[in-house]
């Protein structure tokens, strides 16, 4: 019964391990989407900019907000000036 119990617990955590992994992936692919993103709209400055600004940023819908401020900016610059001011991610839609 031990045994059955362990197995269990094992296989409770690999699953819980390979969530977690995923989740990394992810956020991690959407930030990249959004340097991709932000480098073909506003140029590589730009784009080399915001890499530093996602670094910290592991919030899904945070990033989500981040995607829609680059559509919805004219410039490069508003952008990092807005990311600047939502450090906090307050604002992020």
């Known amino acids: 019964m031990a045994l059955a119990k ?16 995923g989740l990394k992936q992810g956020v ?7 340097c991709r993103l932000a480098t073909r709209k506003f140029g590589t400055a730009i784009g080399n900019t915001l890499v530093r600004h996602l670094a910290d940023i592991s919030d899904p819908e945070r990033l989500a907000g981040i995607g829609e401020r680059i559509v919805d900016c004219a410039a490069g610059t ?5 990311l600047d001011a939502d450090r906090d991610g307050t604002d992020a839609h």
């Open 6 to 21: 362990r197995v269990q617990e094992w296989e409770a955590e690999w699953h819980r391990q390979g969530f977690e992994d």
């Open 28 to 34: 991690e692919a959407e930030r990249e989407l959004l």
């Open 78 to 82: 508003e952008l990092l000036e807005w």
